[in-house]
């Protein structure tokens, strides 16, 4: 399974509300499908599991939505440290590929 | 609380092995509950994931990389290491450790950057 994330780049003001999309190259299950924000030198933060559940400590303004082939991470009112890169990951289980995780290309979040 | 320490050469040659070690405070690398997982991320790409270890020893792979990669664990030095054979530069990368719950990586190291000299 590919994610493929769009936009590459979303360029947009503090206040301003954030929509990010990750689409499946085929239907997932939303159980297995995560969000990632990462800043530049920093590891990656887990912002969102299992399509829309919050990981502990992550504010409210970031919320997961989407099923099947889409899904969409949505921060509501941008904040200054919410610049980053986004990434979505799935995790996927068959009898050729047991125990697989693969991450989307990531979006960039700048400040405009 | 949790933390998660990568440790290990920050150069190595081509063609020879890469180790690394993850070391696990504040949590059990025995508990039944989490897997634990090694990812990488090339200067200023994105994140691969390369391999997986549960408590009881099942190691899964990411099969780009599967014949060259060993993750395995050491429970009396809360460790899970991570060695890929015949490196090249394609390998150079941070090297993230992280914990595996819900089908996710809810805790990371700090990550370490290994540079792959020729």
């Known amino acids: 399974i590919e994610l493929t994330q769009s936009p590459g780049t979303l360029s947009l003001s503090p206040g301003e509300r954030a929509t990010l999309s990750c689409r499946a190259s085929q239907s997932v299950s939303g159980n297995y499908l995560a969000w990632y924000q990462q800043t530049p030198g920093q590891a990656p933060r887990l912002l969102i599991y299992g399509a829309f559940r919050r990981a502990t400590g992550i504010p409210d303004r970031f919320s997961g939505s989407g099923s099947g082939t889409d899904f969409t991470l949505t921060i509501s009112r941008l904040e200054p440290e919410d610049f980053g890169m986004y990434y979505c990951?799935?995790?996927?289980?068959?009898?050729?590929?047991?125990?697989?995780?693969?991450f989307g290309q990531g979006t960039k979040l700048e400040i405009k | 609380q949790l933390q998660l320490q990568e440790s290990g050469p920050g150069l190595v040659k081509s063609s020879e092995t890469l180790s690394l070690n993850c070391t696990v405070s504040?949590?059990?690398?025995?508990?039944?509950?989490?897997?634990w997982g090694w990812i990488r991320q090339p200067p200023g790409k994105g994140l691969e994931w390369i391999g997986s270890?549960?408590?009881?020893?099942?190691?899964y792979y990411n099969p780009s990389l599967r014949s060259r990669v060993t993750v395995s664990l050491d429970t009396s030095k809360s460790q899970f290491s991570l060695k890929l054979t015949s490196v090249t530069a394609a390998d150079t990368a941070v090297y993230y450790c992280?914990?595996?719950?819900?089908?996710?990586?809810?805790?990371w190291g700090q990550g370490t950057l290994v540079t792959v000299s020729s």
């Open positions: 990951q799935h995790y996927g289980s068959s009898l050729i590929k047991p125990h697989m995780y693969t």
């Open positions: 270890i549960y408590f009881s020893g099942s190691t």
């Open positions: 504040g949590g059990s690398l025995t508990s039944t509950s989490y897997y």
């Open positions: 992280a914990r595996i719950t819900d089908y996710a990586f809810d805790s």
